[in-house]
């Protein structure tokens, strides 16, 4: 019992470490999509991206793990696959293409009241007190930072962004069940196969400008490619599979921290101190959500003393 119950805590310990990887990123990847954006279009790029990494993928499974699909999960995979990548990444570049780099970021960082509550709906999870106080305190930080860009850039920009929280939320409930059947690997790379094939009726109406492909371009294509999308893809897997939905969701709320960063060293965009106020502000909400399940039960505790009080 010992020692399967410092197995865990390893495991965790490591999703933790691998979750945080992923953050970092993704938090850089928006700046880098806005990069590429310069020569190709949305789903061009998207198409491209998935497709360095699904070849990525399959050989490094060819190589480390040849477990089969039954042929009654390929549609769960097939659809989980498509909301993941194809219709998240289709919202999500197009909303880029017409918001600021910061105000994109920040919708995403919705995500985890959207995947609680459909975690909630679909799987009937318990939602700690804690949980909510975590969202709360998260959202005042996303409000802090947002500030008057809100207002900034097209409509339909963030009407696609919002599009992408939903086809995530998707990703996750479809995605919640394989975890019993299925390695990080295999699924990583069946979800990216499908993603990216579902990508092809619509490439006839992309574009890609050729003469704008330079060094800096590609070198940010392999970017998201293989870092954001190859490893992205499967340590996010794994750290879903280890921690529950809200903690996994909740991390990605450090994305904008990252992506102010850069896009401040790397785009120019103003960095203010109403954003750096709530950098820190998101970060204290992650960490209070965090806090191991005995913990956390002693809080809801308190909180629920002081509420009879």
């Known amino acids: 019992m010992q020692i399967g119950g410092k197995i865990m805590k390893t495991k965790k310990a490591l999703a933790y470490i691998t979750l945080i990887g992923v953050v970092v990123a993704w938090g850089i990847s928006f700046v880098s999509i806005k990069v590429v954006l310069d020569a190709f279009s949305p789903v061009a790029m998207a198409f491209v991206r998935f497709f360095i990494a699904t070849v990525t993928l399959i050989i490094i499974k060819q190589f480390t ?7 009654e999960d390929y549609g769960r995979l097939a659809v989980s696959g498509i909301f993941a990548i194809t219709l998240y990444f289709f919202f999500e570049n197009n909303g880029i293409l017409r918001v600021s780099a910061n105000s994109a970021s920040i919708i995403v960082a919705t995500l985890p009241v959207a995947a609680i509550i459909a975690d909630k709906i679909f799987y009937k999870t318990k939602i700690s007190r804690l949980s909510v106080i975590s969202i709360i305190v998260s959202i005042f930080g996303i409000y802090l930072v947002i500030g008057k860009d809100v207002v900034g850039g097209s409509l339909s920009g963030y009407f696609y962004m919002f599009g992408s929280v939903i086809a995530w939320c998707g990703y996750l409930i479809i995605t919640k069940p394989l975890f019993k059947k299925y390695s990080n690997i295999t699924i990583t790379t069946y979800q990216s196969i499908f993603g990216t094939l579902a990508f092809i009726p619509l490439l006839p109406f992309e574009t890609i400008n050729f003469q704008m492909i330079n060094g800096n371009i590609i070198l940010n294509l392999l970017f998201l490619a293989l870092i954001c999308s190859s490893f992205g893809n499967f340590g996010y897997n794994f750290a ?70």
């Not at 793990?65 to 042929?71: A, D, F, G, P, S």
């Not at 785009?267 to 204290?284: D, M, N, Y």
Request: proline share 4%.
């Open 65 to 71: 793990n040849k477990e089969k699909v039954n042929k």
């Open 240 to 309: 879903f599979k280890e921690l529950d939905v809200g903690i996994s969701t909740l991390f990605l709320n450090l994305c904008p921290v990252v992506t102010f960063i850069f896009s401040f060293f790397i785009l120019g965009e103003t960095l203010r101190f109403s954003q750096i106020i709530g950098s820190i502000i998101i970060i204290a909400a992650v960490y209070i959500a965090t806090k191991p399940p005995k913990v956390q039960s002693e809080l809801d505790d308190n909180i629920k003393k002081a509420d009879l009080n």
